[in-house]
């Protein structure tokens, strides 16, 4: 059962003994090769005995999936690119490990008998496999925030009929979700997403415009892909997460904030209508809430040390300024308009982002695009609400389209 939040409720089993319970908690995990699935790894290693995984996906690189099959003792392995189909069997000579290639080859990697699906393959490819998931009413860990940005709806109404479970893997998520236990929407005043500020924090609006690869790629606080990380140093990744958030805890874009906080420590905050503030605060590390969504609702060791406050000495919090980050205006404005502007946001996002990391384009075009592109769809009148995953797809395409022929 889903709750109003459309989260998992608490009471949901897993005994805190591992020794009560013979039955390993069985993986899936999409985007094994990633960040987040290297860090899925690490956790599942510190806690042997617990987690065994009956399937692993990743986009393109079959050898390295091949690696991460051996090391976790997958069942299944697919990988999305039939190119790299040879490279994933070669690497898996010898190994009794089924392999696969192709789309249908992924969903039938979410589809695998499992415990718990992990959602973290980056951009909007992530969509379908989860939805996938969802709709076989599977408790799935959400690290991908493209699923419910693109198709938020019809995503969370498909999980209140599968009985489907969601639990957001994202570290402000995690944080939000662990502050709100059990309480309702209605009782939340603000919920807050903190932003790192990136490395572009204390940088004026025309030298983030000419920034670098390299300097954007120069994360001060996190280790993460490229995309993820691009979309962090302009904070489109936290107008991402608002859009995320308002599907994921049910309130509207009036009652979400974001503010700057260069620690990365507190990572999330709610003010209730009671006036009490709740923090969600931890190292900056994704085995956090990789290790509180794996093993839900017990705890386990993920490896890393609570934040020591006294040595941090203090905590700051700034606005965010949106004159020098453009990208996470255009996110609230598409939070507010709703319909299908979220979706065109993300498919010109993926797009400009891509171009920027292949030097086609400077930094500052980034948000230029987008804005050019959902301007372009909403006066065409191309932004109605996605009724369904399929619907949002289209939408997504067409954005993407758009967004390349303003490119050319």
């Given at each position: 059962m889903v709750s109003r939040s459309g989260l998992a409720p608490a009471e949901r089993p897993l005994s805190s003994d591992p020794r009560a319970d013979a039955r390993l908690r069985r993986l899936a995990i999409l985007g094994a090769t990633g960040s987040i699935g290297r860090s899925c790894a690490q956790v599942i290693a510190a806690s042997p005995g617990r987690f065994a995984v009956a399937s692993v996906a990743a986009g393109r690189d079959g050898a390295a999936l091949a690696r991460c099959a051996i090391e976790l003792g997958a069942d299944f392995a697919a990988v999305a690119d039939p190119a790299s189909y040879s490279d994933l069997k070669a690497g898996l000579a010898g190994a009794r490990i089924e392999a696969a290639a192709g789309p249908e080859a992924i969903r039938e990697a979410a589809l695998r008998e499992a415990d718990l699906v992990i959602s973290a393959i980056v951009g909007a490819a992530g969509l379908e496999p989860t939805f996938a998931a969802v709709a076989a009413g599977r408790t799935v860990a959400l690290a991908n925030k493209e699923t419910l940005v693109c198709a938020g709806a019809a995503v969370m109404q498909t999980a209140q009929c599968a009985g489907a479970?969601?639990?957001?893997?994202?570290?402000?998520?995690?944080?939000?979700?662990?502050?709100?236990?059990?309480?309702?929407?209605?009782?939340?005043?603000?919920?807050?997403?903190?932003?790192?500020?990136?490395?572009?924090?204390?940088?004026?609006?025309?030298?983030?415009?000419?920034?670098?690869?390299?300097?954007?790629?120069?994360?001060?606080?996190?280790?993460?892909?490229?995309?993820?990380?691009?979309?962090?140093?302009?904070?489109?990744?936290?107008?991402?997460?608002?859009?995320?958030?308002?599907?994921?805890?049910?309130?509207?874009?009036?009652?979400?904030?974001?503010?700057?906080?260069?620690?990365?420590?507190?990572?999330?905050?709610?003010?209730?209508?009671?006036?009490?503030?709740?923090?969600?605060?931890?190292?900056?590390?994704?085995?956090?809430?990789?290790?509180?969504?794996?093993?839900?609702?017990?705890?386990?060791?993920?490896?890393?040390?609570?934040?020591?406050?006294?040595?941090?000495?203090?905590?700051?919090?700034?606005?965010?300024?949106?004159?020098?980050?453009?990208?996470?205006?255009?996110?609230?404005?598409?939070?507010?308009?709703?319909?299908?502007?979220p979706t065109a946001l993300n498919a010109a996002n993926e797009i400009a982002v891509a171009a920027?990391?292949?030097?086609?384009?400077?930094?500052?075009?980034?948000?230029?695009?987008?804005?050019?592109?959902?301007?372009?769809?909403?006066?065409?009148?191309?932004?109605?609400?996605?009724?369904?995953?399929?619907?949002?797809?289209?939408?997504?395409?067409?954005?993407?389209?758009?967004?390349?022929?303003?490119?050319?």
């Open positions: 479970m969601l639990l957001p893997m994202d570290s402000e998520h995690n944080a939000l979700f662990q502050a709100i236990g059990g309480r309702e929407p209605d009782t939340i005043e603000m919920m807050t997403i903190t932003a790192s500020g990136g490395p572009f924090r204390e940088w004026s609006a025309e030298r983030i415009a000419a920034a670098t690869r390299e300097e954007a790629l120069a994360h001060p606080n996190w280790v993460m892909g490229p995309k993820v990380t691009i979309d962090s140093a302009g904070l489109m990744n936290k107008g991402l997460e608002l859009i995320e958030a308002h599907f994921l805890f049910g309130l509207p874009p009036e009652r979400l904030d974001v503010v700057v906080h260069p620690q990365s420590i507190v990572h999330g905050l709610i003010a209730f209508v009671d006036g009490s503030l709740i923090a969600g605060m931890a190292t900056p590390d994704m085995r956090t809430p990789i290790a509180h969504c794996l093993a839900y609702p017990d705890r386990i060791a993920s490896g890393v040390l609570p934040p020591d406050l006294a040595a941090l000495g203090r905590l700051t919090f700034e606005r965010a300024d949106l004159q020098r980050f453009p990208a996470l205006g255009l996110a609230i404005e598409a939070l507010r308009a709703g319909g299908g502007a920027f990391l292949d030097r086609r384009i400077g930094f500052g075009d980034i948000a230029r695009l987008v804005g050019r592109t959902i301007s372009a769809m909403r006066a065409a009148g191309e932004l109605a609400a996605p009724e369904d995953v399929a619907r949002a797809l289209a939408i997504h395409h067409i954005a993407g389209e758009r967004t390349k022929r303003l490119l050319a």
